[in-house]
């Protein structure tokens, strides 16, 4: 059952891979990048820490802190330190990280369903989902 189960986990994988080719257009990358990664799980949680979003992301510990710290430089993200704990941070969205957020959405989102039309998988994408969703629950 494991295995048949890793299986499943890889093929849902791959196939929403490939659909998702030429998602990142401006460095031909077909893989989103971490940026707009940790911009999605921060604009999800409203208010995250960067263990938070080091096990959401996946990325090393040093990576995301270069990385937070130039999304910061850029005014995308804000840092706040924590009520009671001065040592303690997190970092949330500022509005100029929420535009550039949904521009980004809008862009990879047009470019994700003009994959899928013409790669005619609307069909595929929804019974992948299923399948994950299974996986899931």
């Known amino acids: 059952m494991k295995k048949e189960l890793m299986k499943s986990i890889?093929?849902?994988?791959s196939t929403l891979e490939n659909l998702c080719e030429g998602f990142d257009?401006?460095?031909?990358?077909?893989?989103?990048?971490?940026?707009?990664?940790?911009?999605?799980?921060?604009d999800e949680a409203k208010r995250i820490s960067p263990s938070g979003?080091?096990?959401?992301?996946?990325?090393?510990?040093s990576n995301l802190t270069l990385l937070c710290q130039n999304l910061c430089n850029d005014e995308l993200l804000e840092r706040q330190k924590d009520d009671?704990?001065?040592?303690?941070?997190?970092?949330?969205?500022?509005s100029k990280g929420k535009d550039y957020l949904n521009a980004?959405?809008?862009?990879?989102?047009?470019?994700?369903?003009?994959?899928l039309a013409y790669k005619n998988k609307f069909k595929e994408i929804k019974s992948l989902l299923d399948q994950l969703k299974a996986i899931i629950n």
């Open 25 to 42: 257009v401006k460095s031909k990358s077909a893989l989103i990048s971490s940026k707009l990664k940790v911009l999605v799980f921060v």
């Open 53 to 61: 979003l080091i096990d959401k992301v996946g990325i090393a510990k």
């Open 104 to 115: 980004n959405l809008e862009t990879l989102s047009n470019n994700f369903y003009g994959q």
């Open 10 to 13: 890889i093929s849902v994988c």
């Open 84 to 94: 009671f704990d001065n040592r303690v941070i997190f970092y949330s969205l500022t």
